[in-house]
């Protein structure tokens, strides 16, 4: 089970632009892709953003030009900056490693879009 820690979420303006941080053990971060997901209630949960271990990067078009993934390796650390957000964007967010089958999953970030 690989250990996921989130956080940077929270209550957001609409136009906000948080940026949430996700924290792996060094081993798993340095080697494989990593990226970021969100579940809305009632819905699936849904890939938002992914980037290789050699930084190439890839959005869903709901957030094209919008989201940026990034990766501090000397962290261990990935991030999602999210600009302009809008009310559907809100949706608990998580990191994850494809890799290992997406079975195990952190806590999540909360990301609540709301004026």
């Known amino acids: 089970q690989v250990q996921l820690v989130e956080s940077g979420g929270g209550l957001v303006q609409p136009g906000g632009s948080p940026r949430l941080s996700c924290v792996a053990p060094?081993?798993?971060?340095?080697?494989?892709?990593m990226g970021w997901y969100r579940q809305a209630p009632g819905q699936q949960r849904e890939l938002v953003a992914s980037?290789?271990?050699?930084?190439?990067?890839d959005y869903a078009d709901s957030v094209k030009g919008r989201f940026t993934i990034s990766r501090d390796m000397a962290k261990n650390t990935g991030y999602l900056q999210m600009n302009s957000l809008k009310p559907e964007d809100t949706a608990v967010y998580y990191c994850?490693?494809?890799?290992?089958?997406?079975?195990?999953w952190g806590q999540g970030t909360q990301v609540t879009v709301s004026s």
């Open positions: 060094r081993t798993i971060f340095t080697r494989y892709t």
């Open positions: 980037i290789t271990s050699s930084s190439r990067t």
């Open positions: 994850n490693f494809p890799i290992f089958g997406l079975s195990s």
